[in-house]
């Protein structure tokens, strides 16, 4: 009969061998592309919602609306907000603006506000961002219709938060960069399960079903990681990780709000198919137990020469995994964090999960 310590140590093999095989089914990623000045560019709608949001869009939108791209249209959704949004934007001259403003007896949430806008949207792609993000030259739209082509339904990008000081700042960044780097190699491969709502959008072909999808919708914060789980299976979803493309938002700076923020996104997760929620379950316990099953193994008795090359193995494996993917997120600075960021991380996502259990959100800020 096995040690105790032998059993140990094998369920902790079992764990790695797992964790390889899951970075094995992730190896995909994106391919980037150049712009070709002899293609036919499609017509776009930009649509932004806004509640509230009057100062963020005064940073960010005069950047919209003067793109290097003579195809487009930009919508702004006016949620019924108590600031100065609705006067500001009534001083804006531009043949490229859209503005509705929604003044219902009820607030019914951004679901509703961006089915309102991609009613009235009349490009051939919408491209959802949100009125407190920022694209970072003239060019974004230029290059990103070098991807929206009519082979797909939909596309699904990066959407990173600035870089500021701090350990806080860089927990939230690593957050950020992980999840994406996960749902933008699995969309690669051809399994997309979701997307961030600053840097995504649909074809024309699909939007009746994503409006029913938003009309639907178990909660009211305008979730597109669950609409894109209801209209996935209607065709390809691309994924883009071009860094010309990325939509910039500003991180939270005290870690009870940005535990507000996550608990809220967290709650949509409930909502996902089975095989979904398995999977994402499988990537982030096998993290935990690793580290559980490896302080373990150890004092049972296993010979720390098995325990370092274990977890020699899996750092360079797992920790380069991330690495690559962080550099091609242009999150290069986080990378020498790994080990410790990892660690923090496991612990805040298994009190984020705790927390969202039976929660269903009820707003969208």
């Not at 909660?219 to 883009?240: E, M």
Request: net charge positive; hydrophobic share 45%; proline share 3%.
């Amino acid at each position: 009969m096995a040690w105790p310590y032998e059993i140990l140590f094998i369920f902790l093999l079992g764990i790695v061998s797992f964790e390889l095989l899951l970075v094995f089914m992730l190896r995909h990623w994106p391919a980037q592309s150049e712009i070709d000045s002899s293609a036919i560019k499609p017509t776009i709608s930009v649509v932004v919602c806004s509640h509230n949001d009057a100062a963020e869009l005064k940073k960010n939108l005069p950047l919209l609306l003067h793109q290097n791209y003579e195809l487009f249209e930009v919508i702004v959704v006016d949620d019924h907000s108590e600031d100065e949004t609705e006067v500001w934007l009534n001083t804006i001259s531009s043949d490229k603006l859209r503005v509705i403003t929604l003044r219902n007896a009820k607030k019914a949430g951004k679901s509703h506000a961006l089915a309102a806008g991609l009613r009235v949207a009349t490009g051939e792609w919408v491209v959802l961002t949100d009125a407190d993000c920022s694209v970072q030259s003239k060019d974004w739209l230029q290059h990103l219709s070098c991807y929206l082509t009519n082979q797909y339904i939909g596309y699904v990008g990066y959407g990173p938060h600035l870089k500021l000081t701090g350990l806080l700042n860089k927990l939230i960044r690593f957050d950020t960069a992980q999840i994406a780097s996960l749902y933008l190699s699995s969309a690669a491969g051809g399994f997309p399960y979701m997307g961030v709502g600053r840097n995504m959008g649909w074809h024309r072909s699909v939007l009746p079903q994503v409006i029913d999808a938003l009309e639907k919708l178990p909660t009211t914060s305008g979730d597109d990681d669950w609409v894109l789980q209801q209209v996935r299976n209607n065709g390809k979803i691309r994924a883009i990780a071009d860094p010309r493309t990325f939509v910039y938002s500003f991180p939270k700076t005290s870690l009870y709000s940005w535990f507000h923020q996550k608990i809220r996104h967290h709650s949509t997760g409930w909502n996902y198919t089975w095989k979904d929620k398995i999977g994402l379950a499988a990537w982030y316990m096998c993290r935990m137990f690793f580290y559980l099953l490896l302080i373990v193994c150890l004092i049972m008795g296993t010979s720390p020469f098995l325990i370092i090359a274990v977890f020699f193995i899996r750092a360079v494996v797992v920790w380069g995994w991330m690495a690559m993917r962080f550099n091609k997120l242009l999150e290069k600075d986080l990378i020498l964090y790994i080990p410790l960021l990892e660690i923090i991380h496991i612990f805040v996502v298994s009190v984020f999960s705790l927390k969202s259990i039976g929660k269903t959100s009820q707003s969208w800020k």
